[in-house]
């Protein structure tokens, strides 16, 4: 499979939902031009609490080779896993492989830039701005989730598994991490975190960005498990996982007229780290 089309389908559907919102009836004259909803946020805070969750994140991550387990604690994947993870691995899963993780590009990509290029042909530059911030915050906080998760859960990968462990030789500590799905969970929470922020601040073409943002996370989805990487349950774990985090963070945090105090959940900043209102 080629990436271009790929590529070229996920930036026209994007497109095509901004020229969407171009088109449509032009208002009454002189009615008030059309402005963003404003979201509730702060600049500091959530500048720190991003920083926070994104740093844990990335900082784990590099440590792979020190927490990640060894040994596989999860051997045997189950009839239904096994099975599927089978029927599913492409006959050049490394191709899968490659093009699983240029979707884990490409879906932020479209997604913030969307948001940037809606927030400024309304002249509202931050609109744009702080939702690839509290984009960013959501999907940290899923992928801080996965990484814990994938460390003390220890799963074999399907590919190990099915007793080709030479597969992917790159790292030996890649492959006890298959539960849950880290990619899987990434994508969906960057699309339904930025969906999410999208409606909340009326934004023309927020159905586009789900519609086309779901599907192309799902395409990923499919390409971890035809890669040999992931098994279903750990797909649709991550899916599960990044949906809920990508949704709960704007929606709880940040939508429209939430002023006032911190209220009982919310994340702020505190010294060393970040600390959770009671």
């Known amino acids: 499979m080629r990436l271009a089309p790929v590529a070229a389908f996920l930036v026209l559907s994007l497109t095509?939902?901004?020229?969407?919102?171009?088109?449509?009836?032009?208002?009454?004259?002189?009615?008030?031009?059309?402005?963003?909803?404003?979201?509730?946020?702060?600049?500091?805070?959530?500048?720190?609490?991003?920083?926070?969750?994104?740093?844990?994140?990335?900082?784990?991550?590099?440590?792979?080779?020190?927490?990640?387990?060894?040994?596989?604690?999860?051997?045997?994947?189950?009839?239904?896993?096994?099975?599927?993870?089978?029927?599913?691995?492409?006959?050049?899963?490394?191709?899968?492989?490659?093009?699983s993780n240029v979707m884990q590009y490409l879906v932020p990509a479209g997604v913030m830039g969307f948001g940037l290029i809606q927030g400024y042909r309304f002249d509202d530059p931050a609109a744009g701005w702080s939702a690839v911030l509290l984009i960013t915050q959501a999907t940290s906080l899923a992928m801080l989730t996965n990484v814990i998760v994938k460390y003390t859960t220890g799963r074999a990968r399907p590919y190990v598994w099915q007793g080709t462990p030479d597969l992917y030789s790159a790292t030996v500590s890649d492959a006890n991490v298959s539960f849950f799905g880290g990619h899987t969970t990434f994508v969906f929470a960057v699309v339904v975190s930025g969906s999410t922020l999208f409606f909340m601040q009326d934004m023309p073409g927020a159905p586009w960005v789900l519609g086309v943002g779901l599907a192309a996370a799902s395409f990923t989805a499919y390409l971890r498990m035809a890669a040999g990487k992931h098994y279903l349950s750990d797909t649709l774990v991550g899916a599960g996982v990044g949906s809920l985090i990508g949704w709960a963070v704007p929606y709880l945090f940040h939508r429209p007229g939430r002023k006032g105090p911190p209220q009982a959940g919310d994340l702020m900043p505190a010294p060393g780290g970040i600390a959770v209102a009671w």
Not at 27 to 47: E, F
């Open 16 to 99: 095509t939902g901004a020229r969407a919102a171009d088109e449509a009836p032009p208002a009454p004259a002189g009615a008030p031009s059309p402005r963003l909803t404003q979201l509730s946020y702060d600049w500091t805070v959530d500048g720190i609490v991003t920083g926070g969750l994104a740093v844990s994140t990335l900082t784990l991550m590099l440590l792979d080779k020190n927490l990640a387990p060894l040994d596989c604690k999860w051997c045997d994947p189950g009839t239904i896993d096994g099975n599927l993870s089978r029927s599913v691995m492409w006959s050049n899963p490394t191709t899968a492989n490659a093009i």
